[in-house]
Nanobody
Framework: QVQLVESGGGLVQAGGSLRLSCAAS????????MGWFRQAPGKEPEFVAAISRSGGSTYYLDSVKGRFTISRDNAKNTVYLQMNSLKPEDTAVYYC??????????????????WGQGTQVTVSS
């Protein structure tokens, strides 16, 4: 059974930084793409970033390009989301996600079936 556990959320002032981590277990981590989503109160979930199995390819939501960086450490079964220059509009619950299939196209949000419990990120102005 796939388990995803996020950590690293918190309260930060606008312009600050946070690094989210997601520890995965239950299958061979390096065989699967990984992604990050977020959901703000009253809004639909948003696909924020994704990374291919090897880490060689990444995808970003336009509004976070240049500020967020997704990375992974396959030896540690962990994916990260480094968030810099945070803005109040980045406030949301951030979820780590993984696809069911190892052959999934990493940049397609529809392929992500497994989700962590979420971690709150609050950016104050």
């Amino acid at each position: 059974q796939v388990q995803l556990v996020e950590s690293g959320g918190g309260l930060v002032q606008a312009g600050g930084s946070l690094r989210l981590s997601c520890a995965a277990s239950g299958r061979t981590f390096s065989n699967y793409a990984m992604g990050w989503f977020r959901q703000a109160p009253g809004k639909e979930p948003e696909f924020v970033a994704a990374i291919s199995r090897s880490g060689g390819s990444t995808y970003y939501l336009d509004s976070v390009k240049g500020r967020f960086t997704i990375s992974r450490d396959n030896a540690k079964n962990t994916v990260y989301l480094q968030m810099n220059s945070l803005k109040p509009e980045d406030t949301a619950v951030y979820y780590c996600a993984a696809p069911r299939s190892s052959g999934s196209t990493y940049y397609r949000p529809q392929v992500y079936d497994y989700w962590g419990q979420g971690t709150q990120v609050t950016v104050s102005s």
